[in-house]
T-cell receptor, first 112, second 111 residues
Framework: EAGVAQSPRYKIIEKRQSVAFWCNPI?????LYWYQQILGQGPKLLIQ????????DSQLPKDRFSAERLKGVDSTLKIQPAKLEDSAVYLC??????????FGQGTRLTVV | KQEVTQIPAALSVPEGENLVLNCSFTDSAIYNLQWFRQDPGKGLTSLLL?????REQTSGRLNASLDKSSGRSTLYIAASQPGDSATYLC??????????FGKGTKLSVKP
């Protein structure tokens, strides 16, 4: 069974630029999550999708972050404009409803 | 607001030693608890999932326990090996499936 796929693996951008991350969840998983992990911290939930709908985006900085999930499968997370404090690893995870979550390898973003 | 704390933040042990990692949480109304392993530069690998109605789960040399009433979980690693070196993360799950993580315990097993 293929795991959660994320791209790119690494990205370096200048502050005020925009960036987008892509995630393809495990086939059949209705729930998709985006987490942000700052160095030395545990991951923090940014947004949770159930199929196409948003379940929780309470911690998403909506002035600069946006996310969508097309046709209940792939998802993209965008940051525009990026700030230095956005430097982190962005992790995508998926699960079958409220069950064990499986994580992708993550995208390491460096904002300079 | 749920908070998850992991102690110790870092641990170094000689190979072959048995060890315990601790996790505590402030709100006992959890749906489940998961332990993850994270290698440097990598994503998270799920080790054990304990449902709120369960007391423990075992997988190979790993055993995780859950005491909801006291807000505690432990991860026991038997006969540690250098390959166990990684950061171990504890996360409590809510009814919607969202996870709240601790900061992790960085484990180093010396040959």
């Amino acid at each position: 069974e293929a795991g959660v796929a994320q791209s790119p693996r690494y990205k370096i951008i200048e502050k005020r630029q925009s960036v987008a991350f892509w995630c393809n969840p495990i086939s059949g998983h209705a729930t998709l999550y985006w987490y942000q992990q700052i160095l030395g911290q545990g991951p923090k939930l940014l947004i949770q999708f159930q199929n196409n709908g948003v379940v929780d985006d309470s911690q998403l900085p909506k002035d600069r972050f946006s996310a969508e999930r097309l046709k209940g499968v792939d998802s993209t997370l965008k940051i525009q404009p990026a700030k230095l404090e956005d430097s982190a690893v962005y992790l995508c995870a998926s699960s079958l409803r409220v069950t064990e979550a499986f994580f992708g390898q993550g995208t390491r973003l460096t904002v300079v | 607001k749920q908070e998850v704390t992991q102690i110790p933040a870092a641990l170094s042990v000689p190979e072959g030693e048995n060890l315990v990692l601790n996790c505590s949480f402030t709100d006992s109304a959890i749906y489940n608890l998961q332990w993850f392993r994270q290698d440097p530069g990598k994503g998270l690998t799920s080790l054990l999932l304990i449902q709120s109605s369960q007391r423990e789960q075992t997988s190979g040399r790993l055993n995780a326990s859950l005491d909801k009433s006291s807000g505690r979980s432990t991860l026991y690693i038997a006969a540690s090996q250098p390959g166990d070196s990684a950061t171990y993360l504890c996360a409590v799950g809510g009814s919607q499936g969202n996870l709240i993580f601790g900061k992790g315990t960085k484990l180093s097993v010396k040959p």
